[in-house]
C-alpha cells in the first residue's frame, strides 16, 4: 500500500477536466475508485487504466474504407 491515493480534484486536474466530470465518472461508475469513510479516492493505477481503456488508435484511409465497407 505505498501508493497515495488521489482526490478527485488531483485527478481532475491529471485528466485536465472539471471536478464535475470525476464526479460522472464515479457516478457511472466508469472509474474505479476507493471509499474512505465518505470520502472518494483514486490510485493512479485507477486513472491509468481508464485512460487506457478510452484511447482511440489512428486508422489510415485504407482501414478506415475497409471498416465502412463492413459497415455498408
Known sequence: MNEQLLTGEEVATLLRAKPRFVRRLVAERRIAYVKVGRLVRFTTQAVREYVDRNRIDPMT????????????
Open 61 to 72: 484511409r485504407s482501414q478506415v474504407r475497409q471498416q465502412l465497407r463492413e459497415i455498408g
